[in-house]
DNA sequence: TTCCGACAGTGGGGTCGCAAT
DNA sequence: ATTGCGACCCCACTATCGGAA
């Protein structure tokens, strides 16, 4: 006797029921009941379909080859594996005409999906389910399901840097398969994220006995070496290992032969000061000739963290402790700057501190609790990052229409700073720091203004200025003036400024001395 | 009862690699 | 050679739920 297995149909009912639901609970008891009803062999697809993912990973298939309509099929007919099976294959595709086969390959697919099965097929393609459940949530659900306690369950996926590999153990074995997931060198974690305070006052106040430490401006890298296998993971946990050659070596010549090191890695000038992070993010992006990358812009580790030692599992290790076998372990120049503060009476040296780390160049400070363990996989509480806030008031050139939640508001403007001819250049967009009250105002006002219409919105009469938060101007090639705002998010409307009070191009780009515009570039 | 942590969603700019043009 | 697309790097902020205080 050989099973089919679950019908695809059954996933996108749930998914569909889980986004109409806005309770936790009850998404999650909607998760558990279907994951309970999956077969052994289907387990690992429906997980991650559930949570969103696909278990192969992206395709290379995005929304410009899903755009175009294909008729549904009138019944479901497709199993779970039938669909996995034919996205693995849609996946090995490559080469020339590549493209043109993938896309025959989905269009057969969507085409043997009902609608629903459409919708659901194609949010998983695009990482774009939208049903208001990812990964913790699907965590959750598999807690539920299979009667384990949910921080177990939380707790072994993080370290097991897969929701997947937990839960086909957790459904074939039960609670006790939990233990199977222990840290383990070669096998990344989910690295611990901080959040942001307004203040190194607000920060210090909160964590008291802390350590305050250099924000570099790079690529988070988690390194992982078991004698002269080495491996290095990003953030997301993708591998790495191929394209940094230089910290492979540096990590081959540290004094341990096993341990996990969680870090940073940064292009520096031949000063010691950062280069733009577009440098940086572009050699940890180059592939193809990485040696020659290497040689023309080198990237530096300095690590922050140690997740293990010699065998020895440091997660659980008050921060202190697992600071001091870093220091063990790794030489100064390599360690990212810090100094220690003791509560409130310190916060006068600790903001000497990010001054001197501004000064240097570097972004901004995180600030951590000293007695805090690492959360894995969590925006933890104990780590508060303080980077400078920079404003400017700019003028409204444009408004698209939201999406999702967004549709029928208009969301994200365009944003132009004056040219000394009193027209105005586009700097950037942005869609941030909007309450639902805003949304539904701008909404209102903004046609009111409208130059030209277009599919994905208006155009403006330069005549609303907003106050604009930001961190740093970055080069560009998309703009006018050369530059383009980094992190862009609205304060406020200033109804009460004129556009001809709106900053000018020139006192933008003074404003950041270091992001010249390209010659020729100037609008 | 109120507060706050965790989550998901809504997108921003940039770079690279690859396929199509 | 150039352009468009997709994957992934950096990321801020708001709404909401539900447990903590």
Redesign the pocket.
């Known amino acids: 006797m050989h099973s089919e297995g679950m019908l695809f149909a059954e996933l996108a009912r749930v998914s569909q029921e889980v986004?109409a639901t806005?309770?936790?609970?009850?998404k999650t008891a909607l998760l558990a009941e279907l994951f309970r009803d999956a077969e052994a062999d289907d387990v690992p697809i429906v997980i991650p379909y559930l949570a969103?993912r696909l278990p192969q990973?992206?395709?290379?298939?995005?929304?410009?080859?899903?755009s175009r309509q294909i008729a549904p099929a009138t019944g479901p007919t497709l199993t779970v594996r039938e669909v996995n099976a034919r996205l693995t294959e849609i996946g090995t595709v490559?080469?020339?005409?590549?493209?043109?086969e993938r896309s025959r390959l989905v269009g057969a697919l969507l085409a043997a999906a009902t609608e629903h099965e459409q919708r659901f097929l194609i949010g998983l393609l695009?990482?774009?389910?939208?049903?208001?459940?990812?990964?913790?949530?699907?965590a959750e659900g598999l807690a539920a399901a299979t009667g384990a306690p949910p921080d177990a369950v939380?707790r072994a996926v993080m370290l097991a840097g897969s929701l997947q590999a937990v839960a086909g153990a957790l459904l074939a074995d039960g609670p006790p398969a939990l233990d199977r997931f222990r840290l383990t060198v070669g096998r990344p974690v989910w690295p611990m994220l901080a959040h942001?305070a307004s203040s190194v006052a607000e920060a210090v106040g909160k964590l008291g006995e802390c350590a305050v430490e250099e924000k570099l401006?790079?690529?988070?890298v988690q390194v992982h070496r078991d004698g002269d296998d080495v491996r290095i993971h990003?953030?997301?946990l993708?591998d790495?290992t191929d394209r940094l050659p230089e910290l492979v070596a540096v990590a081959r010549e540290l004094g341990e032969q096993r341990f996990i090191l969680d870090g940073e890695v940064i292009a520096l000038d031949e000063n010691g000061r950062p280069r733009p992070?577009?440098e940086t993010?572009?050699r940890?992006?180059?592939?193809?000739?990485v040696e020659s990358a290497a040689r023309q812009v080198p990237v530096s580790p300095v690590f922050f963290d140690a997740l293990s030692v010699d065998g020895r599992e440091l997660l659980d290790l008050p921060f202190a402790e697992r600071h001091a076998e870093l220091a063990r372990l790794v030489p100064e120049p390599m360690r990212v700057r810090r100094t220690l503060a003791h509560g409130p009476d310190d916060v006068a040296a600790a903001e000497e501190f990010l001054t001197e780390t501004l000064a240097r160049g570097h972004e901004g400070v995180v600030v951590k609790g000293l007695d805090a363990p690492y959360?894995a996989g969590?925006?933890?509480?104990s780590w508060l990052?303080i980077?400078p806030?920079h404003t400017l008031d700019l003028v409204v050139l444009g408004a698209?229409w939201?999406?999702?939640?967004?549709?029928g508001k208009l969301?994200?403007l365009h944003l132009g700073a004056r040219n000394p001819d009193g027209s105005f250049a586009m700097l950037?967009?942005?869609?941030?720091?909007?309450?639902?009250?805003l949304l539904a105002w701008q909404t209102e006002r903004l046609p009111e203004l409208a130059a030209e219409e277009h599919r994905w919105g208006f155009t403006l009469r330069p005549e609303l200025v907003v106050e604009i938060?930001y961190?740093g101007l970055?080069?560009?090639?998309?703009?006018p003036a050369g530059v383009?705002?980094?992190?862009a998010?609205l304060v406020r409307y200033r109804e009460d400024k004129s556009p001809a009070e709106a900053d000018t191009v020139e006192t933008v780009l003074a404003a950041h001395p270091g992001v010249a515009a390209r010659p020729g570039a100037a609008g």
């Open positions: 986004a806005s309770a936790r609970t009850r969103g990973g992206r395709l290379g298939i995005g929304w410009k080859l899903l490559s080469g020339t005409g590549s493209q043109a695009t990482g774009e389910v939208r049903q208001g459940a990812l990964d913790a949530l699907a939380r942001t401006d790079g690529i988070r990003t953030r997301t993708e790495i992070f577009q993010s572009g940890v992006s180059s592939r193809v000739d959360s969590r925006r933890g509480a990052k980077k806030v698209e939201g999406s999702g939640r967004r549709t969301s994200n950037g967009k942005t869609f941030k720091g909007m309450t639902d009250a938060a961190d970055q080069r560009s090639s998309r703009y383009a705002l980094r992190f998010r």
